[in-house]
């Protein structure tokens, strides 16, 4: 059935009689088609015509500008009573703001992924006015889908630790805690369903974290997730690299192991030609450099062994070969590995079982929620909260993981 153009743009009983260009917007000047007072709301007694007032009400873009409709509003006197009514408004028109409920909308769904500024200056409307519709946005419902591997993080936002909630497999936001507290991450998961299906719950090397997957996950294994200890392993190696910086100071050489840096914290099997070459050279000059990161190498190698009792064996090797020199630096991996062992090579049943990477997946979430936050410029706890959910929640593009690589 055809519809008419007025229901299609939501603007019955109104009629345009005019439109102007003024001020870089359009304003158009808006009859009502089919005035509805015609006795007096308050006593029903006889109406007369006692002027006209022009409202104006700011709409969606037309023709990708800024438009106002201004309307011509009808103004009475009660005969009988003295009243003095208004003829009202169509529905189009918001009760509460000089807006139409079409602005309204739009403005509510482009404050989730724009800063309030930019709607704002978009529809001429106050930044205040884009804040409070964004707040009236209702609260994005739980997370409903089965979690088969749980990522608990934590990060500083908004003034704040808060606890990070993530489906791994899915690549999905479940939940920004608003505290890093056991209690409270512990009282939010009680009210997800679909912890009954997870597996795994991945972590830093936190106890906090730990009591909170036993106690609110019992049935799941716990995983220290492989980037965080990687990242204490690449640390040892660079406290090595600084030391024998600091040994050769004030000559050329020294800049030489700043320039280094980077060259000795990627990967061995990811350089090739000269870069790979400049490694060998900076590892032939400092013995001890090469030392520790051989070491380093060494322990990311217990990521690529056959199954976790290998990997096992292999990480207490790993402990006693410490060389004498490196051991100051490296304790704070080895103490870590030492505490966590369980943790750390629950990696490999979780590979095995749930094919799914854990290295990075939250850290990766943790980035792109300060994303959101940088860009709102401070937002309140509640709408960087709402605003992170109902953007992350549709997934991340997770790279394709590969077990091997660290
Ligand atoms: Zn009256």
New binding site residues.
């Given amino acids: 059935m055809p519809i008419s153009a007025a229901e299609m743009f939501g603007l019955d009983d109104l009629v345009v009689e005019s439109k102007e260009w003024v001020e870089g917007a359009w304003h158009l000047s808006m009859r009502i088609q089919q005035p509805r007072l015609d006795s007096?709301p308050?006593?029903?007694?006889r109406l007369l015509a006692n002027g006209t007032r022009t409202v104006e009400h700011n709409d969606v873009l037309l023709h990708g500008s800024r438009a106002v409709l201004m309307t011509v509003r009808q103004r009475y006197r009660?005969v009988?009573?003295?009243?003095g009514p208004s003829e009202p408004l169509p529905d189009a028109f918001d009760p509460d703001r000089m807006m139409t409920r079409r602005l309204v909308d739009a403005v509510s769904c482009e404050s989730v992924r724009d800063t309030a500024a930019a709607v704002a200056r978009r529809y001429g409307i106050d930044e205040k006015t884009v804040r409070q519709i964004s707040a009236e946005r209702p609260e994005p419902p739980d997370y409903e889908a089965d979690v088969l591997v749980l990522g608990i993080d934590e990060t500083k936002l908004a003034g704040n630790m808060r606890g990070i909630l993530v489906d791994l497999e899915g690549g999905r936001l479940i939940d920004i805690v608003q505290s890093d507290h056991k209690a409270d991450i512990v009282e939010r998961l009680s009210r997800l369903r679909g912890l009954s299906a997870t597996k795994f719950v991945c972590m830093d090397m936190r106890k906090s974290f730990r009591a909170i997957a036993s106690e609110s996950v019992p049935g799941a294994q716990a995983v220290v997730d492989r980037w965080h200890v990687m990242r204490l392993a690449g640390e040892a190696m660079d406290e090595v690299r600084k030391k024998c910086m600091r040994k050769v100071e004030g000559t050329g050489r020294s800049q030489h192991f700043f320039r280094c840096r980077r060259l000795l914290c990627t990967n061995p099997e990811r350089l090739a030609g000269r870069r790979l070459a400049a490694l060998e050279s900076v590892l032939d000059e400092f013995l001890l450099v090469r030392a520790a990161h051989e070491h380093r190498e060494a322990f990311r190698r217990l990521y690529a062994c056959k199954d976790r009792t290998a990997a096992i064996a292999e990480h207490d090797r790993w402990l006693q070969e410490t060389d004498k020199d490196l051991e100051k630096e490296f304790k704070p991996l080895a103490n870590a590995s030492r505490r966590w062992q369980a943790e750390i090579f629950s990696w490999y049943d979780c590979w095995d079982a749930a094919r799914v990477a854990t290295n990075a997946g939250t850290e990766s979430m943790n980035s792109r929620i300060k994303k959101i936050n940088a860009a709102g410029n401070g937002y309140a706890f509640g709408t960087l909260r709402r605003r992170a959910l109902e953007t992350l929640r549709g997934g991340i593009n997770n790279e394709t993981p590969q077990k091997a690589a660290a």
Avoid: F, I, L
């Fill in positions: 007096c308050e006593c029903g007694g009660c009988a009573c003295g009243a």
